[in-house]
């Protein structure tokens, strides 16, 4: 029989209770309104995108990077394990419970990740972030933007207004970037219109899969070269 999950904190939000659940050491839960969002003991696309990131800011001294989305922090670890000490990462998360979660019970996962000194959390919405640093100077600007949402690119998100996959906000994406800087995504599953909208906006886009059978999610690749 299998063990029942134990709810260990919920929280009111606009889209339905959040809960943390747990039903063993390191095995972990988050859902909304009862659907599931992230699952411990399944991270390896989180890993993987985290990895694809870093592969291209390998030989920058003092990389600026900014994760949209906290989750369980498996992003953020892949990110940091993989970049200098002299690196910044700044972490938008809409809810502060997800941040006090992955500073207490999750921490284990990541070895607490958040409570590395590289790392800057902000809550707040990315695509906020996004728009306030498209018009800030070069410096100020990021290497990468990687996107690590519980809703990726979607089949019916508006092309032109969608606050954070359409072309408007594309386009912010693309001026908070520095010279030569890169767009990471996640998605569940792949989205052709997303994908053109990114290579409209001048992004060199590529896609890999990550996972094993059903559950191979996708990550999208946007290189920004001036």
């Known amino acids: 029989m299998a063990t029942p999950w134990q709810t260990i904190e919920n929280v009111s939000t606009q889209d339905g209770l959040l809960e943390l659940r747990q039903r063993g050491k390191g095995d972990y839960l988050i859902t909304i309104d009862g659907r599931i969002l992230m699952n411990s003991l399944a991270h390896r696309s989180e890993i993987a995108l985290g990895e694809l990131v870093c592969g291209y800011l390998s030989g ?20 940091l394990d993989n ?20 500073r207490g019970p999750l921490a284990e996962l990541t070895g607490g990740a958040v409570k590395d000194p590289r790392v800057h959390i902000k809550i707040d919405d990315v695509a906020n972030l ?16 990687v996107l690590d949402l519980y809703t990726g690119p979607y089949l019916h998100s508006h092309a032109k207004n969608d606050p954070i996959y359409g072309n ?6 693309h001026n908070a970037l520095k010279s030569n ?13 997303f ?20 559950a191979r999610h996708v990550i999208y690749i946007g290189k920004f070269e001036p």
């Open 60 to 79: 920058r001294t003092h990389p600026r990077i900014l994760i949209g989305g906290l989750g369980m922090g498996y992003t953020l670890k892949a990110v």
């Open 83 to 102: 970049l200098r000490p002299t690196a910044t990462v700044m972490v938008a998360e809409l809810n502060p419970a997800v941040v006090k979660w992955c």
């Open 130 to 145: 996004i728009r306030r640093y498209a018009n800030e100077d070069e410096q100020e600007k990021f290497d990468a933007i």
């Open 168 to 173: 408007l906000a594309i386009n912010n994406t």
């Open 181 to 193: 800087g890169i767009f990471a995504v996640w998605g569940e599953n792949y989205e052709a219109g």
């Open 195 to 214: 994908a053109n909208r990114l290579s409209e906006a001048g992004f060199i886009t590529s896609t890999h899969r990550s996972g094993k059978g059903s």
